[in-house]
DNA sequence: TTGACATTAGAACGCGCGTTCTATATAAGA
DNA sequence: TCTTATATAGAACGCGCGTTCTAATGTCAA
């Protein structure tokens, strides 16, 4: 067997690390990490890692997982099927965390009960992201309470005509009668197949 | 103006440090943060946020934002509505990254082309997680070659037949004549509405 | 074999890290 | 008032961090 001390297993044991650890390593534990014997090896990979622009250093010199291998490589649509796992670079990385969410502090999710939004390939169990206190425009999925209920409902404005409007056309469009409790915009929906 | 600098605000100015650099301050960079001028008042202000439970030191002495902080809380369902907005703790915190992957080194992204799995409520435009190297369950939705052009599709299993089954009844169910090649397993599917 | 280059080991060093101490200002209660 | 707890400042300290040097070894081609 020979040794797996490459570039490649080098980068791979260094995202395994900042997945457990949700921080980089330091020389010393990348000795143990790269099973060398001296942190100037470490340093002597670090730099090339630098080079191949998988690492960077921030602005006070703290090493980063720069760009690639942060969340999973988009590679392309259903129709061009599984790649050929050829050419590494170049493609675009995506963290769901970062692409389903643009305002963390406030956001919330909520798991979807009933059927009204079947229509709009939301399910019962999904998830969603809900955003708060944002101004829905017309055709957005909102958070609403309707008779003290909380329901997703299609916002929908014309002019000053404003109503709710489920996606399952069993459910009757709702206006507003009072004021519209809007609890927050749907930003986004999730659901998860395999356990 | 009062003083913003209690407890809550510290929390908060911590966490976007790590949202926006993927590490945690140091204790000099956290005086600017806190906005106070010497080390001893930050180590002061740590000590309280371990003691609340947000942060914890790892095996080795270093900072971790834990449990808490770390992605969207899970407040409920639909018809529970949006939260009280009290009773910050004791509530589920989710990561989308780690909720919806599971073995990151064996999963990509697509964008998926087509209407043939609306029925399951995967529309045009949405990004599946798609898993590589693993074997599909009856039910599964797969991706996979069919005449040469790749497809979603659920994976169906009677016995030693195996044939594949769009979610649209206007595709007809395809069977294996040579072999079927599966590129992976959908993992999950998201969809994003806000831009 | 010889040379050039890539990779590893080991040691030394300076600086910044986080810790810990003392001292002081502020606020609340008795 | 005096006491106590809370919050801030400043300084000192030891240790580990990442850097950098020299030198030895491995690999491969000429």
Redesign the interface.
């Known amino acids: 067997m020979k040794k797996t001390r490459d570039i490649k297993s080098i980068e791979?044991s260094l995202v395994?690390f900042y997945?457990g650890?949700?921080?980089?390593p330091?020389y010393a534990?990348m000795m143990d990490l790269f099973e060398v014997r001296s942190k100037s090896v470490v340093s002597y990979w670090i730099d090339k890692l630098i080079e191949k622009g998988v690492l960077e250093k921030?602005t006070?010199g703290?090493l980063?997982?720069s760009g690639v291998s942060f969340?999973?490589?988009?590679?392309?649509?259903?129709?061009?099927?599984?790649?050929a796992s050829a050419e590494e670079s170049s493609r675009d990385m995506?963290?769901?965390?970062d692409?389903?969410?643009?305002r963390?502090?406030a956001?919330?999710?909520?798991?979807?009960?009933?059927d009204s939004m079947?229509g709009a390939?939301?399910?019962e169990g999904?998830?969603?992201?809900?955003?708060?206190n944002?101004e829905p425009k017309n055709g957005?999925?909102v958070?609403a309470?309707v008779d003290g209920?909380?329901?997703?409902k299609y916002f929908r404005k014309q002019g000053r005509d404003v109503f709710l409007e489920a996606a399952n056309p069993a459910y009757p469009a709702i206006r507003a009668r009072d004021e519209l409790k809007i609890?927050?915009?749907?930003?986004?929906?999730?659901?998860?197949?395999?356990m």
Chains 1, 2 share one sequence.
């Open positions: 791979h395994s997945r650890h949700k921080r980089m330091t534990e921030d006070q703290y980063k997982l969340g999973l490589p988009l590679v392309g649509n259903v129709a061009a099927g599984l790649p995506v963290s769901m965390d692409y389903l969410v643009s963390p502090d956001s919330f999710l909520l798991r979807v009960t009933g079947v390939g939301i399910m999904d998830l969603v992201v809900v955003e708060k944002r957005d999925i958070l309470e209920e909380w329901t997703m609890g927050g915009v749907i930003a986004a929906s999730v659901r998860k197949y395999l």
